[in-house]
């Protein structure tokens, strides 16, 4: 990559935002944010590995994990520059750190474990990619934060909200496989085929965080499962668990924070007893 910092190797770009990637708020919608996120760490692997580097007709680099903290809201007109960071590797994966930046704000960080796969099958990091890794940082990624929620992936019978989505061929990538980006969107689904049922008044929710575990990527075109539960309520957000699976399997699983946020401050507010007795309907 092209820098060196104390953290690792550094790459720095910049991307701009598409009118379409805005939501009803008219900010950067969150899906639309997290690819951000993925255009620039494939940059980054494109620039250190070669212009064949999203290509999977060998090993090819997919996330196992990502975490992704929506800092501010972004929006339509002014690009945003980005830094991805090597935080550390071994030899079945490697982390790296994506931020975001708008208008000199902070506006979102990603956590991204990569592993190698062939054939949807997850292989140790091909020895170049290894050494490439390992010569700029020499040390191993950060373990990641537990994921109590994964015990949910074999529960989804008893998730209070199912939906049923019909996969569609603009959820594959170019590698033919069902693509990260889907994914995520199919956990904003799951989301908001929850959300649908709760009347929130005259405040607004926004996330906060998203943490994705990701099982497979095999793509198909029977119906996606999708569901979703309250699995905790504090005092001004609430977490979602949600997930997807097909017939292949459990996709992915996730956490998302919901935070209850006042519209004319834009600021967090106590969740109401009104809200908190339909999210408590919900529970997992």
Not at 201 to 210: E, P, Q, T
């Amino acid at each position: 990559m092209n820098e060196q910092s104390p953290s690792g190797a550094v790459f720095r770009g910049t991307l701009t935002p598409r009118y379409t990637d805005q939501d009803t708020w008219r900010h950067v919608n969150n899906s639309r944010a997290y690819q951000l996120h993925i255009e620039a760490r494939m940059q980054a692997l494109v620039h250190r590995l070669g212009p064949d580097a999203w290509f999977s007709d060998a090993e090819r680099l997919r996330p196992l994990r990502a975490i992704t903290q929506f800092r501010e809201m972004s929006f339509y007109g002014s690009d945003i520059g980005f830094v991805v960071t090597v935080v550390g590797v071994h030899r079945d994966c490697v982390q790296l750190r994506t931020e975001l930046h708008q208008n000199d704000q902070l506006v979102g960080i990603q956590d991204v474990w990569l592993g190698a796969f062939v054939n949807h099958e997850r292989v140790a990091l091909p020895e170049h990619v290894f050494n490439s890794f390992r010569a700029d940082v020499d040390a191993e990624p950060a373990a990641m934060p537990d994921d109590d929620y994964s015990r949910y992936a074999d529960d989804f019978p008893h998730f209070p909200v199912h939906r049923e989505l019909t996969p569609r061929y603009a959820d594959m990538d170019a590698d033919s496989q069902r693509s990260e980006a889907a994914l995520a969107r199919y956990m904003e689904q799951a989301r908001f085929g929850t959300l649908q049922s709760v009347d929130i008044g005259n405040l607004g929710l926004l996330i906060a965080a998203m943490d994705i575990t990701y099982l497979h990527f095999r793509p198909g075109s029977t119906p996606v499962e999708l569901v979703t539960g309250v699995s905790h309520i504090g005092n001004t957000s609430f977490r979602l668990t949600g997930g997807a699976q097909s017939r292949d399997g459990v996709h992915a699983i996730a956490n998302s924070v919901m935070v209850v946020v006042d519209l004319e401050t834009n600021r967090p507010t106590p969740i109401t007893d009104n809200i908190r007795s339909q999210l408590e309907k919900l529970h997992l």
